[in-house]
Nanobody
Framework: QVQLVESGGGLVQPGGSLRLSCAASGSVFRINVMGWYRQAPGKQRELVAL???????NYADSAKGRFTISRDNALNTVSLQMDSLKPEDTATYYC???????????WGQGTQVTVSS
């Protein structure tokens, strides 16, 4: 099993920045891809960004040019730097890790990001 713990959410004004972090523990050898998803009230959970163990990244169109995902394999952490935040970025953000053997996902408990003036 893998445990994921997020940190770094909060309230920020439009145009501001936040950095989310996620620490993985447990059977971390099982992890290949890690990522961030978000879910706004009344909406489905959606992909924000993914990163492979080798550092290849994939971003949702809404995140391109504003968000940067990074990963430290030695520390088993994944981060999301969010710049130029917009009110529509308001959501609960979830850290995700893919189990390479079971082809299933682990999830963190979520961290709230609110963009408002």
């Amino acid at each position: 099993q893998v445990q994921l713990v997020e940190s770094g959410g909060g309230l920020v004004q439009p145009g501001g920045s936040l950095r989310l972090s996620c620490a993985a523990s447990g059977s971390v050898f099982r992890i290949n891809v890690m990522g961030w998803y978000r879910q706004a009230p009344g909406k489905q959970r959606e992909l924000v960004a993914l990163i492979s163990g080798g550092g290849s990244t994939n971003y949702a169109d809404s995140a391109k040019g504003r968000f940067t995902i990074s990963r430290d394999n030695a520390l088993n952490t994944v981060s999301l730097q969010m710049d130029s935040l917009k009110p529509e970025d308001t959501a609960t953000y979830y850290c995700q890790a893919r189990d390479r053997y079971r082809n299933s996902d682990y999830w963190g408990q979520g961290t709230q990001v609110t963009v408002s003036s």
